[in-house]
């Protein structure tokens, strides 16, 4: 894919998430890395619904802006995680209902925050570890993402949201989406008697693709 396809596809995508109640207002941010080694992300304050594609941040490794508006602030922890994560070629952070409501709870296990009942979340996201809360834009959000970035696929930021990974931008959004689903339908099944995956069933889809 050339750059400018690379370009519209983020703007379609995220139309698409803003479209469907993914994202609302300026929250959340997409990156992607560009065949050039540099990397494609939206702009400070963005709604997904109004991205233009020529409008787009570029900034290198350190988030040196290359051209266009400035990437948000946040795009620092995804260049972290890029940083850490060689198959990591897309990444998703998104403020949306579910993930949100999920990262607000007390009662986190802060290795996996969504406990298995269905094989597509294994399949697509395995495990969601939680990054205990710090206010928006600490650098050390970044740290604690790098440090988990070569193990796991997605994060769950407390009281704020979630940031899932993929090996394309269409990848990485198919598993926010999944991810989102999975929440929701954790919020659905609350108080019902739930049959979780058994360790083995788990075992059984590791590695087993999407
Ligand atoms: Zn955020």
New binding site residues.
């Given amino acids: 894919m050339t750059e400018q396809d690379l370009r519209e596809k983020m703007v379609s995508l995220a139309l698409s998430m803003f479209q469907r109640g993914y994202a609302t207002g300026g ?2 941010n997409l990156s992607l890395k560009l065949p050039d080694g540099n990397f494609l992300a939206t702009p400070t304050g963005a709604s997904f619904g109004r991205l233009v594609a020529d409008e787009l941040s570029v900034v290198d490794i350190n988030g040196t802006l290359i051209s266009g508006k400035r990437a948000s602030k ?1 795009v620092a922890f995804h260049l972290e995680i890029y940083r850490n994560s060689p198959d990591c070629n897309a990444i998703v ?1 998104l ?1 949306s209902t579910y993930l949100t409501a999920l990262s607000c709870l007390e009662t986190l296990d802060p290795d996996n925050a969504i406990r298995p009942f269905t094989p597509y979340y294994v399949m697509r996201v395995g495990q969601l570890p939680v990054i205990p809360y710090l206010r ?1 834009g600490e650098p050390r959000i970044a740290e604690e993402l790098g440090k988990l970035a070569p193990h796991h696929r997605a994060f769950l930021l407390a009281n ?2 979630p940031v899932i990974t993929g090996s394309d931008i269409e990848d990485a959004v198919d598993n926010a989406e999944e991810l989102e689903e999975t929440a929701k339908l954790m919020f659905i099944l609350n108080n019902h008697p739930v049959r979780y995956l058994t360790h083995a069933e788990v075992d059984d889809l590791k590695g087993r693709g999407k």
Avoid: I, K, Q, T
């Fill in positions: 929250a959340g946040e952070h403020h928006p704020h949201g």
